[in-house]
């Protein structure tokens, strides 16, 4: 509510995540003794809670749009229950019932096709990640141009009401096989260097989407009072301004 509450002060638009699966790893942040209940009861759990959270805030006129869970179609990452097509149209249907907001489905840029998402929801949110690490392959970076998201773009509307394509998370911070507060900061700025942050600023814009979210706002700060690192920070918070 404080967080909402000083947005909606500074005029700060949100885009609110609500349901099982939430950004940041492992992204399904279950209690335990929710290992106890059968599917079925987890599942209507989850209904009576995204309900709850729609009547909490849905005063809250900053907030812009409802994002149900976080890439919900990629089965490859985070540690969540098998995604259950059927129970996750549910849960837009219970959303759509509770508020005329727009919904937002996120994709992976590199791992999906966003058909799934786009058949359900006219309004798509893609990540964008360029350097990143798996236990197959270690430090991995993707060599797409950025036409991939545009042509991806046009040849999905060719078979969906798709609408929109915004870029919801563009990467900003290292990523690695352990946590950041694991990784020396050396390391870290080797994997997320200055010269790469503002590469992936000019790459991202050379995809054209309207909108563009930046991921890793949390580390920008870190460095700075941390570190005293300012560079980050520095570079964002002008096109941030640049961009108002």
Same mark, same amino acid.
């Given at each position: 509510?404080?967080?909402?509450?000083?947005?909606?002060? #500074?005029?700060?638009?949100?885009?609110?995540? !609500?349901? #099982?699966?939430?950004?940041?790893?492992?992204?399904?942040?279950?209690?335990?003794?929710?290992? $106890?209940?059968?599917?079925?009861?987890?599942? $209507?759990?989850?209904?009576?809670?995204?309900?709850?959270? !729609?009547?909490?805030?849905?005063?809250?006129?900053?907030?812009?749009?409802?994002?149900?869970?976080?890439e919900p179609f990629l089965k490859v990452f985070g540690i969540c229950p098998e995604f259950d097509k059927d129970?996750?149209?549910?849960?837009?249907?219970?959303?759509?019932?509770?508020?005329? #907001?727009?919904?937002?489905?996120?994709?992976?840029?590199?791992?999906?096709?966003?058909?799934?998402?786009?058949?359900?929801?006219?309004?798509?949110?893609?990540s964008v990640y360029r350097s990143t690490w798996n236990p197959v392959y270690g430090k991995f970076f993707y060599?797409?141009?950025?036409?991939?998201?545009?042509?991806k773009e046009k040849l999905v509307k060719m078979i969906s009401p798709l609408e929109e394509v915004f870029v919801?998370?563009?990467?900003?911070?290292?990523?690695?096989?352990?946590?950041?507060?694991?990784?020396?900061?050396?390391? $870290?700025?080797? @994997?997320?260097?200055?010269?790469?942050?503002? *590469?992936?600023?000019?790459?991202? #814009?050379?995809?054209?989407?309207?909108?563009?979210?930046?991921?890793?706002?949390?580390?920008?700060?870190? @460095?700075?009072?941390?570190?005293?690192?300012? *560079?980050?920070? *520095?570079?964002?918070?002008?096109?941030?301004?640049?961009?108002?």
């Amino acid at each position: 509510d404080w967080l909402l509450a000083m947005a909606e002060q #500074r005029q700060v638009e949100v885009i609110l995540v !609500i349901g #099982r699966r939430q950004p940041r790893w492992p992204e399904c942040h279950d209690p335990v003794w929710l290992d $106890q209940s059968t599917t079925s009861e987890q599942q $209507q759990a989850e209904l009576v809670m995204i309900k709850s959270a !729609i009547k909490h805030f849905q005063d809250f006129d900053n907030i812009i749009a409802w994002q149900v869970d976080n890439e919900p179609f990629l089965k490859v990452f985070g540690i969540c229950p098998e995604f259950d097509k059927d129970f996750y149209q549910e849960k837009i249907a219970l959303v759509q019932s509770l508020d005329e #907001r727009p919904i937002i489905i996120t994709e992976s840029g590199e791992l999906s096709i966003w058909a799934g998402a786009a058949k359900i929801s006219p309004i798509i949110g893609t990540s964008v990640y360029r350097s990143t690490w798996n236990p197959v392959y270690g430090k991995f970076f993707y060599p797409l141009p950025p036409a991939f998201y545009v042509i991806k773009e046009k040849l999905v509307k060719m078979i969906s009401p798709l609408e929109e394509v915004f870029v919801s998370e563009l990467q900003l911070e290292p990523w690695s096989d352990r946590s950041i507060v694991n990784i020396p900061i050396a390391e $870290q700025l080797q @994997l997320m260097s200055i010269e790469k942050f503002k *590469d992936n600023l000019v790459y991202t #814009r050379k995809i054209g989407f309207d909108s563009i979210y930046l991921w890793g706002v949390e580390w920008w700060y870190y @460095l700075k009072v941390s570190h005293g690192i300012t *560079d980050y920070w *520095d570079t964002a918070k002008e096109l941030i301004k640049e961009n108002s």
